[in-house]
């Protein structure tokens, strides 16, 4: 059995007509709706041929749609990248900003996301720009430009709340991942460490440098450390450095993610932010907690 599911952007409305139309036409049971106006599926026992088709048309209303297996999409952990996912930026890019470096490490960062560079060789690059920053930056940038997703705290807490984990696991710094974790409930978080001499950036970061395979290997160690298997993980990142544990994760959703990443993967969020995460494992509105 499937559940297919249809999610509109917070503070928008989700059309009822549309949602019945779809499950008529896919021959579905009837809607049951997660959210009134914003999140609603329907049970059907196949995957439409026409699945890819009907995406890129609720694209151009802005809905999502997401098509899961039903009896294992509720999941015991989570697995979330932190630049442009738990949070709105990508940390090195506001770093860069103060350094007066902005646009060129904002142009390595989106070929490297885009997959049209190697991670750590732009990580290098990137963090070279930044030697003789006063470390103090971290703390300004921190509390003048880094603002949270939308819907991050409830998605960890209802999950915690539901014998749920969460791990922050992130291609940025441990000075921003000590700060977003504690801020946001997560259990634990991995990232590179900025190296600092004498209260200045050295422009390097500690080996070694934790990248796609890094991730990869981070979910099977808390898995492991859990007793859980990679079926009970719940990943999300928009990243290219995300796609091998969005890949191996029961469920990979690529949140907001460049066209790259988004192709590979099967669940896609592009317009719900991510409370979508808990609208897709089957969590009603009302078991929000926060």
Not at 46 to 54: A, H, I, L, Q
Request: net charge negative; proline share 3%; aromatic share 4%.
């Amino acid at each position: 059995m499937f559940t297919a599911l249809l999610l509109s952007a917070p503070g928008t409305r989700l059309d009822p007509q549309l949602a019945e139309n779809l499950r008529s036409a896919w021959g579905g049971a009837p809607l049951d709706w997660l959210a009134p106006g914003e999140a609603v599926e329907f049970g059907m026992p196949e995957v439409p041929s026409n699945r890819w088709d009907v995406w890129a048309e609720l694209q151009k209303s802005g809905v999502d749609l997401v098509i899961q297996k039903t009896e294992t999409r509720r999941k015991k952990m989570l697995l979330a990248d932190m630049d442009s996912t738990m949070i709105e930026q990508e940390c090195i890019d506001e770093l860069a900003a103060e350094a007066g470096v902005g646009e060129r490490v904002a142009e390595i960062t989106k070929r490297a996301m885009n997959g049209e560079l190697d991670f750590e060789g732009a990580l290098i690059e990137r963090v070279g720009l930044l030697e003789d920053l006063d470390e103090t930056v971290i703390a300004r940038v921190l509390e003048s430009r880094i603002t949270h997703m939308s819907g991050g705290r409830e998605l960890i807490a209802t999950m915690k709340a539901n014998g749920g984990h969460a791990a922050l696991v992130s291609g940025g710094f441990t000075a921003f991942t000590e700060k977003v974790a504690e801020a946001l409930g997560f259990d634990e978080h991995r990232a590179n460490t900025l190296l600092a001499s004498g209260g200045r950036l050295t422009g390097d970061v500690a080996r070694p440098i934790l990248g796609r395979e890094a991730k990869v290997q981070a979910l099977h160690e808390i898995t492991a450390r859990l007793g859980l298997t990679p079926d009970d993980v719940i990943a999300v990142g928009d990243g290219a450095n995300d796609l091998g544990m969005l890949g191996l994760a029961g469920t990979g959703v690529a949140l907001h993610a460049k066209p790259v990443v988004a192709e590979q993967c099967e669940v896609r969020v592009n317009h719900g932010d991510l409370t979508a995460l808990l609208y897709i494992q089957g969590y009603r509105k009302e078991m929000f907690t926060i």
